[in-house]
């Protein structure tokens, strides 16, 4: 939290004049005094800063002060000159509005500390940056330049200003500085030649002889010994605590950083050193035949030295001390100088040139710190302007100076008492109207355009005749004799005849901080401030650029016969400027006191500071300010500050400020007439009521430490406990945390050995199955290797040596296949069917292939010799077929019958006309036509018969007659019977029921049995509609003989007849043929 402190807190006295109580002269003096002795140096009169010199530095304004001081409101922090600065540039930044710092005082009351305080204050806490900074080092560095040319030791001051100084910073919107411009006023030139008792001419001066290299001296044709200059004072040269040397070094480094080139700073130093040359030039007289004297210039070393260092003939400058030449109705007179006119004229060039060269610097600063760009911009003034004097020997400096400062009081009075009514007004205060001394009236004593003093002047200064300063105080006497602030001696006021305090060539004046006796001595030639024009003219003719253009004047060509206006008018000019320009800005008041006059810290002298609190009008100041209300705080920091007072405005105030101050007033009973409500701030009429609520404040707040002791420590020895409950949360936290960890783990163990065997367990399973898949991969490699070896193998078998035995029997078994094959068919057997021969065969194992080529062959023999036959032999070879498929094997007599063919008509019946009736009795064609024997059953003896086969039936007929004795359809017939036996013999059997077999079967036999079975089974055949004719083959069979049935029965019997069967009958059921035994 910001720590808030007040002007009111930690107060060495009041800081505050306003608040003085009671106020008098001596208890106002108390105050300064008391706070002076505590190093407080700063005191306020309202907005008004009261500054004693301390004469020592004090550590209050190091960079530290200036953060404490930075944006805090005026009264907040004990008095300092820097809250005054930061109020003036704050207003200045935030409200837009231009200020100015007015700094009174007399001399060494620490005006120019003042002013450098200021503007350094304001240099640190404005914008930064580059183009800023060096804005600002400019700015400040002006100072050190103007200091050594405008600044001498005084029996006031070691560094006392004798120029009156007004400087314009300005700033663009953001505060941030632009540039500046200086004004400078009237420079107190009579030093450079003759200096009091006690004082010194000029920094510059004893800088630079005391701080210039030898070379540099050399060059400006200088001595370092002060001794040989007649200008400079040499009982005050060492100055105490001052260090020339060094201080020429800091000159010519701030010349350097303003913006001086290397020429200019030597042109400067070259008039400074031509101004002490200047001085040495002496004059002796030369009485003439006129008798008059004439004045001579004893050494003109010196004199030619100066015109070396100038670039002036010397001749001229020679002839120009020696005569004056006087223009009168166009008519130009030459008078010569005597010694005492020609001193005059060298001491007036000498301070002309010095005065000159002062404005000059001036205006080269300007030009060097002057803002850059052309935006609207706001300023700051800071007037550091010589203050009040009253010397013992007081001339027109004086009385310009002091003239200067009643103008300054004239403001001061106006602004401040303005102000003050402008600041009730705004407030929407009452107010009545205070008394105070006007110096208004002093002012115009002196500048009043009739029969002001500065007027009078002129006119005696350009009146013709003989003026002189008796008759301008003739004259002052005479116009000012009435006045209430002038006295004098001669006047026509009879009561300052008597006065013996007044000399008789002097005038008073009663200004507004004291009566000043004024010597006349030397008005008129000063307020003149003439210059032979012979010596303007000499210097015009200078070849020096800085020279001639200080003395624009000499110029031939624009000669001037008008008067160059009067130093007092000038002044009086720029005076009048000067305040007008600072009535249109807001003012901040820095009114310096000197506690002491020999300039000693820690003396405060009574008297002399009560003659400056007088002078100044301060207790004026302290009145006015409290006539109307001693005190005067905006809502806010008043609420702030005394709201523990009251119960309903501590702790917080909820409303708006005017209330909460309204109601905590109402609460303390403060007198109604006591204080008055403004617009934004409350004014306190008493400061008593101010103290009353102070005190209870500061009771208050002993009492609110008490009880924010109390609380603390209780929120103390809470929080203590606090902690310690907290940690015994923490301590058994972590305990259980540590127990509950402990049995997670063990869990978590047991888990994992569980989790353990699963897993082993799920992997040897795994593990199986992909061994198992492994050795199958494998397998599938293994007979894939091998297969592919075997293909691979087969492949390229032929190109291995161990089949060469293989091929080579292959081969050789291939030859003797070919031979084998070749040499048949060159042995081939004859195409006959019959034909056994078949060529041996050549090696074993040909046997079986040759066996099956015979057969092959003999089939393709026999199928090529089918091949030939025709239709009836192929018939007559398929009755042989037959004939062999229904006997071979089965019957003894087929073998012989083989080679026999089957003729078929054996009887060539169509042809033997002995058959023809037979023939023609038979339809169809003959297939068959034998003569058989048919069989008797009574004795076995045969009867021949014609045996005819059609193809439809078989007919018998009688061999002789050709008479048909049987026929029978083929249909009829049942089957044949014959023996095994090589007999002839066969039945025909017939079907029973049928209407051949009431004659019963036939037996018969026959020499070609095997052609007649074949044909008769052949014609059953090959008729469709009948049953195949049966053919029994067997010695045993039974025939139907009419009503009965015989058996036939063959037997093989020795032959009896030779080779013939015989049949005989054995009984009537049996009939037995015994056939011969074929061998
Ligand atoms: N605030 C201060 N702190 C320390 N010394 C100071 C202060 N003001 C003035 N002085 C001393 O007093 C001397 C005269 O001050 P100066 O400002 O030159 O007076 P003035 O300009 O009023 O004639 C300075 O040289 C310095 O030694
Ligand atoms: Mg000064």
Redesign the pocket.
């Known amino acids: 939290m910001e720590v808030k402190t007040s002007l009111l807190d930690n107060m060495i006295g009041v800081g505050d004049m306003v608040l003085l109580e009671p106020l008098s002269e001596d208890s106002f003096l108390e105050n300064l005094r008391n706070r002076f002795d505590h190093n407080e ?1 700063y005191t306020y009169i309202g907005s008004v800063v009261i ?1 004693m ?6 550590p209050i304004y190091t960079p530290d002060k200036v953060e404490e001081y930075r944006n805090r409101n005026f009264y907040e922090l004990s008095p300092h000159i820097y809250a005054l600065a930061d109020e003036a540039y704050r207003s200045l930044r935030d409200q837009d509005k231009d200020q100015c710092i007015l700094i009174t ?1 007399e ?8 002013s450098k ?1 200021v503007m350094s204050y304001v240099a640190a806490v404005c914008g930064k940056g580059q183009e800023v900074n060096k804005v600002k080092e400019q700015l400040l560095q002006s100072n050190p330049v103007l200091e050594a040319f405008g600044n001498a030791k005084t029996v006031r ?5 004798r120029f009156g100084k007004y400087m314009d910073i300005e700033f663009d919107f953001k505060g941030d500085p632009l540039g500046g411009v200086i004004s400078n006023y009237l420079l107190e030139k009579s030093r450079v030649v003759k200096q009091p008792r006690g004082e010194r001419n000029f920094h510059i001066f004893y800088q630079l002889l005391s701080g210039a290299s030898d070379d540099t001296l050399k060059k400006l044709k200088l001595d370092r010994d002060f001794s040989k200059y007649n200008y400079l004072s040499l009982d005050s040269a060492a100055v105490n605590g001052l260090d020339d040397a060094a201080n020429f070094r800091t000159v010519r480094n701030a010349m350097q950083i303003v913006g001086f080139m290397e020429d200019e700073v030597q042109s400067v130093l070259e008039l400074v050193a031509a101004v002490l040359k200047l001085g040495n030039i002496e004059f002796k007289p030369e009485s003439r035949c006129n008798g008059t004297d004439e004045s001579r210039i004893k050494d003109k070393n010196d004199l030619k030295e100066m015109c070396e260092l100038l670039g002036i003939e010397q001749s001229v400058l020679e002839r120009a001390f020696s005569y004056r030449t006087v223009e009168a109705k166009m008519e130009k007179v030459s008078t010569t100088l005597n010694v005492a006119q020609a001193y005059y004229a060298r001491d007036a060039l000498a301070k002309n040139l010095y005065s000159r060269l002062f404005s000059w610097l001036v205006t080269r600063i300007n030009e060097s710190i002057k803002a850059q760009t052309k935006t609207r911009h706001k300023v700051m003034g800071v007037l ?1 302007i010589y ?1 009040f004097e009253i010397f013992e020997d007081n001339s027109f400096e004086q009385f310009i100076i002091n003239y200067c400062n009643e103008k300054l009081q004239q403001i001061f009075i106006e602004l401040t008492l303005r102000e003050e009514q402008e600041e009730y007004v705004r407030e929407g205060i009452e107010w009545t109207n205070i008394e105070y001394f006007n110096n208004a009236i002093i002012c115009d004593l002196i500048e009043n355009h009739q029969n002001g003093i500065l007027a009078m002047l002129d006119e005696e200064c350009l009146r013709p005749g003989t003026v002189t300063d008796e008759t301008f105080l003739d004259k002052l006497n005479t116009i000012c004799a009435e006045h209430q602030h002038f006295e004098s001696r001669l006047s026509k006021n009879s009561k300052f005849l008597t006065d013996h305090s007044l000399p008789h060539s002097c005038f008073r004046i009663q200004h507004y901080a004291g009566k000043v006796l004024y010597r006349v001595e030397g008005f008129v030639d000063k307020n003149n401030d003439l210059l032979y024009r012979d010596l303007s003219q000499a210097m015009y003719k200078a070849t020096h650029s800085l020279i001639k253009q200080l003395f624009p004047e000499g110029n031939p060509t624009k000669v001037n016969l008008k008067r160059p206006p009067t130093a007092g008018f000038q002044f009086k000019a720029s005076v009048g400027t000067l305040m007008k320009n600072l009535q249109t800005k807001n003012p901040n008041y820095i009114r ?1 006191i000197k506690p002491n006059d020999k ?1 000693a810290s820690h003396i405060f002298t009574d008297s002399l500071v009560r003659h400056q609190a007088r002078y100044l009008g301060l207790m004026e100041n302290v009145r006015v300010r409290r006539a109307g209300y001693a005190f005067r705080q905006a809502y806010e920091p008043c609420l702030e500050r005394y709201k523990m007072l009251c119960k309903r405005t501590w702790p917080h105030w909820r409303g708006p400020a005017r209330e909460g101050v309204e109601v905590l007033m109402a609460d303390l009973q403060v007198p109604t007439e006591e204080y008055s409500y403004g617009r934004s701030k409350i004014f306190i009429r008493n400061p008593r009521t101010l103290f009353f609520l102070e005190e209870r404040r500061r009771q208050c707040l002993q009492d609110l430490a008490t009880l924010i002791q109390k609380i603390y420590r209780g929120w103390k020895c809470r929080r203590q406990f606090l902690l310690l409950k907290k940690s015994q949360i923490v301590v058994a936290a972590w305990y259980r945390r540590y127990a509950q960890q402990k049995k997670y783990q063990k869990i978590k163990s047991a888990t994992t050995v569980v989790q353990s065997y699963t897993r082993g367990w799920q992997a040897r399973k795994l593990l199986r199955e992909l061994k198992y898949q492994k050795r199958c991969e494998e397998a599938v490699t293994t007979i894939s290797a091998f297969w592919h070896g075997t293909q691979v193998r087969r492949e390229y078998r032929k190109f291995f040596r161990a089949n060469a035995g293989k091929k080579i029997y292959d081969f050789i078994i291939q030859r003797i296949m070919q031979k084998y094959f070749l040499g048949l068919k060159n042995t081939m057997p004859p195409m006959s069917p019959i034909e056994k021969n078949w060529p041996a065969r050549p090696y074993l194992f040909l046997d079986g292939v040759h066996k099956e080529l015979r057969r092959i062959f003999h089939l393709w023999r026999c199928k090529k010799y089918r091949s030939q036959f025709t239709e009836e032999k192929k018939a007559v070879y398929e009755e042989k077929l037959e004939a062999s498929e229904i006997f071979k094997d089965k019957k003894a007599l087929y073998p012989s019958s083989v080679n026999q063919p089957f003729k078929g008509d054996y009887l060539e019946i169509s042809k033997n006309p002995k058959y023809q009736k037979l023939n023609s009795a038979v339809d169809e064609k003959v297939l068959l036509a034998d003569v058989v024997n048919k069989i008797n059953r009574a004795n076995g003896k045969g009867t021949a018969r014609i045996f005819l086969l059609t193809k439809k039936s078989v007919v018998l007929a009688d061999q002789k007659t050709g008479q048909v004795k049987a026929s029978v359809p083929l249909p009829d017939l049942a089957s044949v019977s014959v023996s095994t036996q090589s007999d002839g013999f066969f039945a025909l059997k017939l079907k029973e029921g049928s209407a051949s077999a009431i004659k019963g079967d036939f037996l018969l036999s026959s020499e070609h049995l095997i052609e007649i079975i074949t044909k008769l089974h052949r014609t059953g055949a090959t008729d469709a509609d009948r049953e195949q004719l049966l053919v029994d083959i067997s010695d045993e069979f039974l025939v139907q003989f009419k009503q009965d049935k015989v058996c036939v029965k063959f037997i093989q019997g020795a032959p009896k007849n030779g080779n013939s069967v015989s049949c005989k009958r054995k009984n009537n059921r049996l009939l037995e043929v015994s056939v011969p035994t074929t061998a």
């Open positions: 140096i500054s010199n301390p004469y020592r530095s004090l005082g001399s060494g009351a620490g005006k120019t500390e003042a305080l001051n070691d560094n006392s200003s550091d203050g310096c300039k």
